[in-house]
């Protein structure tokens, strides 16, 4: 089972929910821990109260499974804090999507793996928001994206099995496992016995022997099978109870001598029970399932089956990677914008839970970012090896988390100085110098690019005044050094018996 974000959460999955929390500037913890409510989509029903959980200093984030059987559709988590023991509770009221579980599962994700302190977690955030923002927020406006995914692709794609099973006697939970035939198949939906009252199961089993007094009593009367001859005294009061099949013209002719002849004949109706699976392979025509795990009985006997396979999806591609989870994307389908049926994977990809035709025209809006996390910790990590490396190069440290506090200014700066340069070294090609063009400005571009160089001499000129000071111009530590003149007769003693106390 996968953990899914806010925006692609799934039936019968865990979604983690993020909250971040900023005091004066910098992110900062509650004095307490926040307390969590899953809010319905009617904004008013409590499905579920969770505690948060911290991640780094500033950011909590609350784990809810979503129940299989709930709607879809736009949900909410409401936070409630304190800031200090004695503030007052504020809330935070966020929103979540809930997709279904058919849609989207387990999406590739990039071969790196980022373990963050709480002390980096905050440079990054500083690099981003105060120095390189820009670069970091960059919205695209429906760019259409291309399909990569074959016709005869055959990813993503689940067989699902229908078996009939041959009595109303089982009931069986969802996410139970069978065995059949060297094949496993695990319960899509829950089953229950189908509970008929006694009125309509006396109707049922004596449908096919029931006659003409019993059919007009009962509601039951259109599964019998039969035919009856009615005398010309009865026809008029049986005509108002049948199933349609005498006319309103014949109750006129009960006053004649003719008999009236009625022939009725209708099909049973009988309840059938049906398992719905995801399997890994085609059984038996009928046979027994056996229990592997989960709740239910231990075997099953079905008399027959039905696979349906279906597609999961169609996949698209876009220019750019490192996307924002804020805002959330737009598509349009055909120039129609639709919410639901689609999931991105916020790294340039989109998936569909239906195949599209070749014809389709797909367009995103999407806001994303130039640097990846790899890129942003490898320019900090430049940072502090260039003060390292600056006189005096006595004073050196290896990581980000052991460095002193004064040395995060010519950090950030210095990691910001080395992402200026990245960016506008990245500009001399296309893919990345279209991201600053205007159709209704050809000279927009370069204006961007003279900006970021700006932007680069007065982010070096300030490192050369900060690398000065950085290291050197520090005060010396005060100290109280005691050094006693003179000694009177027995001082001296006084005076070791004075710095042994002080030292102890």
């Not at 007052?88 to 966020?94: C, F, H, P, V, Y």
């Not at 049973?268 to 699976?277: F, K, V």
């Not at 239906?354 to 890129?375: I, K, T």
Request: glycine letters at 4%.
């Amino acid at each position: 089972m996968s953990i899914q974000t806010r925006t692609t959460a799934l039936q019968n999955e865990v979604v983690r929910l993020y909250c971040e929390f900023f005091n004066d500037g910098r992110l900062r913890n509650p004095a307490a821990q926040p307390l969590v409510e899953i809010i319905d989509a009617d904004g008013v029903t409590v499905l579920a109260t969770i505690a948060a959980a911290e991640e780094h200093t500033g950011v909590f984030y609350a784990d809810w499974f979503v129940p299989a059987n709930l709607p879809l559709g736009t949900y909410y988590d409401r936070w409630t804090f304190q800031w200090t023991s004695t503030s007052s509770a504020q809330e935070l009221t966020l929103d979540f999507e809930v997709h279904s579980f058919d849609s989207y599962v387990n999406f590739l994700s990039p071969a790196v793996s980022h373990n963050v302190s709480n002390r980096v977690f905050q440079l990054m955030k500083d690099l981003s928001n105060d120095f390189i923002y820009e670069a970091m927020h960059i919205p695209i406006y429906w760019e259409q994206a291309m399909r990569i995914q074959q016709e005869h692709q055959q990813k993503r794609v689940n067989s699902y099995f229908h078996f009939t099973l041959d009595s109303d006697i089982y009931s069986v939970e969802e996410d139970t496992v069978y065995f059949a035939d060297g094949q496993k198949f695990t319960v899509f939906q829950s089953l229950y016995p189908l509970y008929s009252s006694s009125s309509s199961s006396s109707g049922d089993s004596n449908s096919s022997s029931s006659t003409s007094e019993s059919s007009s009593s009962s509601p039951y009367s259109v599964s019998s099978s039969s035919s009856t001859s009615h005398s010309s005294e009865s026809s008029t009061s049986e005509s108002s109870e049948s199933v349609g099949n005498v006319s309103s013209s014949d109750s006129s002719s009960s006053s004649s001598s003719y008999p009236i002849t009625t022939t009725t004949t209708t099909t049973a109706w009988s309840y059938q029970p049906i398992l719905t699976t995801v399997g890994t392979g085609v059984p038996a025509s009928s046979g027994v399932l056996t229990k592997v795990s989960g709740t239910g009985p231990d075997s099953i006997t079905y008399t027959g089956f039905e696979e349906v396979t279906s597609r999961k999806s169609t996949i698209y591609s876009l220019a750019y990677q490192n996307w924002n989870q804020s805002p959330r994307p737009i598509v349009r389908l055909n120039n129609r914008i639709i919410d639901d049926g689609w999931m991105v994977d916020y790294n340039g990809r989109i998936y569909f839970d239906s195949l599209m035709a070749p014809e389709d025209s797909v367009n995103v809006a999407y806001n994303f970012r130039y640097f990846s996390e790899e890129e942003i910790l490898s320019f900090l990590d430049l940072g502090l090896k260039i003060m390292n490396s600056t006189p005096p190069a006595s004073e050196t440290y290896s990581t980000l988390v052991s460095m002193p506090t004064s040395w995060d200014a010519p950090v950030l700066l210095y990691a910001a100085i080395t992402a200026l340069k990245r960016l506008i070294f990245g500009l001399n090609w296309q893919e990345k110098f279209v991201i600053f063009t205007r159709p209704d400005d050809p000279n927009a571009t370069q204006q961007a690019i003279q900006n970021f160089k700006d932007l680069y001499t007065d982010y070096s000129t300030l490192w050369m005044e900060v690398k000065k000071d950085a290291k050197t111009r520090k005060l010396p530590q005060m100290a109280i050094y005691v050094t006693p003149e003179y000694t009177l007769p027995g001082g001296r003693s006084r005076w070791f018996r004075y710095m042994f106390k002080t030292g102890s």
